[in-house]
């Protein structure tokens, strides 16, 4: 029997057109967050819009379209972050090192911290409201969870808290952020500074 009888004749239909745009749509935006979180970690939250559509490989009417403000760019950006590092804490709660999956962690909420350069200030001054605290939630919950389990494993002393540990890596973003080499430097601090959390 031929193979390609078996296959349904669905398989062979042209995707209707408003799919093939939508995809295309969804590509677009990821590029321009790719690209404006990128620029953002360079150059700052001002950085130039032209700029973004540039390195994303879109028009600047195609940015706008999607993002009609700097605003709306600058939030997108920072919520796409806070995002990836909850998707990143789930997926360390499987690492069998729990003391190290929540360094691991807290290392690249340094990272993402160092590379705001200046996108907190930026979205307090003229963002919505929620986004703050809907985000600050998100990372609080992600990270507790890492923490409850390196508790449970004796890997940090009883009385550390969450709020304590994101409070220490956003003063060593803040200390290292205008650093020629921030990021490394950022960790560097955070090395020494989570020694003194580990249960000894």
């Known amino acids: 029997m031929d193979g390609w009888a078996a296959v349904p004749q669905a398989a062979f239909q042209r995707r209707p057109a408003s799919a093939c ?6 590509r677009n935006v990821d590029r321009i967050i790719a690209a404006a979180g990128a620029l953002i970690a360079e150059q700052g939250a001002d950085a130039s819009l032209e700029e973004v559509a540039r390195r994303a490989r879109v028009g600047s009417a ?3 379209r999607h993002f009609p403000s700097r605003q709306a760019l600058l939030e997108a950006v920072f919520k796409d972050r806070v995002e ?12 069998p090192g729990p003391g190290e999956a929540l360094l691991i962690w807290l290392r690249a909420v340094g990272a993402h911290a160092v590379a705001n350069r200046g996108l907190g200030a930026s979205l307090i001054r003229g963002g919505d409201p929620t986004l703050g605290s ?10 507790d969870a890492l923490l ?4 449970t494993a004796d890997a940090v002393r009883p009385e550390i808290a969450i709020t304590h540990l994101l409070k220490l890596v956003s003063a060593i973003a ?5 650093d ?7 960790d560097r ?7 003194g959390v580990r249960a000894h």
């Open 21 to 26: 745009v939508g995809i295309a749509t969804t």
């Open 62 to 64: 195609t940015l706008h």
């Open 84 to 95: 990836t590092l909850c998707a990143k804490a789930d997926d360390l709660l499987c690492d």
């Open 134 to 143: 809907t985000c600050h939630d998100m990372i609080i919950n992600a990270g």
């Open 148 to 151: 409850a389990r390196a508790r």
């Open 174 to 178: 803040l200390a290292t952020e205008h």
């Open 180 to 186: 020629p080499d921030g990021p490394a430097e950022a």
């Open 189 to 195: 601090l955070l090395a020494i500074a989570i020694d």
